[in-house]
């Protein structure tokens, strides 16, 4: 039973570099989430799509992040151009339809 | 924006005790869920809710869906050390079914 896959686990860069992280859901998961989540807080929503359309964005999804889930499996969260305060773990979920969401292990970004 | 008020922050307890946590927020929520973070890893489901009133228990856990759909408690019996880590509410908006909203978590530390 393969788990929601998320890659790389860290990534460290450079202010102002952009950075690119990739999340495979469970198999038969049409929907996925992506969160932020900062030390000491619970995840925060980013946004969300059912199969190959972003239906849902946060106000903290500034034009500096893109996501993607071109063929309705993998997604993509893109961030450009990064600062300090992107700095915390990434966690994509997904689920099946209203079902509970599932979690991966996150990407923890640390910019320079 | 939404907020859930997650209480205790933390408890040290001592090994076969029982430990009781809750959330409560202004609005209403569909769906209640409990997740467990350990670090370095991405939330993990314990418990999902689905009506007000409803009571549901996962091995020495028992969570309920507070009657006015604006709060859920969590209680783990006779606690063990593997018990230890973060402890996350989570609740499913009326008014915007697809994002999680979280509470910022409770740090269970148990003594042996």
């Known amino acids: 039973d393969t788990g929601v896959s998320q890659d790389p686990r860290h990534k460290i860069t450079k202010r102002g570099q952009n950075v690119t992280f990739r999340c495979d859901p469970i198999s038969e998961h049409n929907r996925l989430y992506w969160y932020r989540q900062t030390l000491g807080q619970g995840p925060e929503f980013l946004t969300y799509?059912?199969?190959?359309?972003?239906?849902?964005k946060s106000r903290l999804l500034s034009d500096r992040f893109s996501a993607e889930r071109p063929k309705g499996s993998f997604s993509t969260l893109e961030i450009q151009r990064t600062e300090q305060g992107d700095s915390a773990m990434y966690l994509c979920?997904?689920?099946?339809?209203?079902?509970?969401?599932?979690f991966g292990d996150g990407t923890r970004l640390s910019i320079l | 924006g939404q907020q859930l008020n997650q209480s205790p922050q933390s408890m040290f307890i001592q090994e076969g005790e029982d430990v009781s946590m809750n959330c409560t927020s202004s609005?209403?929520?569909?769906?209640w869920l409990w997740y467990k973070q350990d670090p370095g890893e991405g939330p993990v489901l314990l418990i999902a809710l689905y009506k007000a009133g409803e009571l549901t228990s996962n091995g020495r856990l028992t969570a309920q869906f507070g009657i006015t759909r604006k709060d859920s408690f969590l209680n783990i019996s006779a606690s063990i050390p593997s018990d230890v880590g973060i402890y996350f509410c989570a609740g499913q908006p009326a008014e915007y079914g697809n994002k999680l909203v979280f509470g910022a978590g409770t740090i269970l530390r148990v003594k042996s």
């Open positions: 799509f059912q199969n190959e359309a972003q239906l849902e």
């Open positions: 979920a997904s689920s099946l339809g209203r079902h509970p969401q599932h």
């Open positions: 609005s209403i929520f569909n769906t």
